[in-house]
Nanobody
């Protein structure tokens, strides 16, 4: 069973930055697609970003494009989400997700494409 442990959430002012980390317990991290999702109170979980396993190609939701950067360190089995220029509407619980067999092209945005999930970390942006 793949386990994902997230860290890095917290409280930040508008315009500030945070970096989320997601450590993955697997021997096949280099072949694992990593995704990031978030869920605000009273709202459905939504796609934020993904990074592919083959060439570390990244995908972003329009709401975060240009402000958030997904990356990965295969030597450390860790994925990252650098969040800059944070806005109050970015406030949510952020989840990392993983699929060890690689997510099919075009399905990165769907939460059912991922088999394993982190526990979530709260990000709060004050105005």
């Amino acid at each position: 069973q793949v386990q994902l442990v997230e860290s890095g959430g917290g409280l930040v002012q508008t315009g500030g930055s945070l970096r989320l980390s997601c450590a993955v317990s697997t021997h096949t991290f280099s072949r694992t697609t990593m995704g990031w999702f978030r869920q605000a109170p009273g709202k459905a979980r939504e796609f934020v970003a993904a990074i592919s396993e083959i060439d570390s190609k990244t995908y972003y939701a329009n709401a975060v494009k240009g402000r958030f950067t997904a990356s990965r360190d295969n030597a450390k089995n860790t994925a990252y989400l650098q969040m800059n220029s944070l806005k109050p509407e970015d406030t949510a619980v952020y989840y990392c997700a993983a699929d060890s067999s690689g997510v099919e092209s075009g399905r990165y945005f769907f939460d059912d494409a991922y088999e394993s999930w982190g526990q979530g970390t709260q990000v709060t942006v004050s105005s």
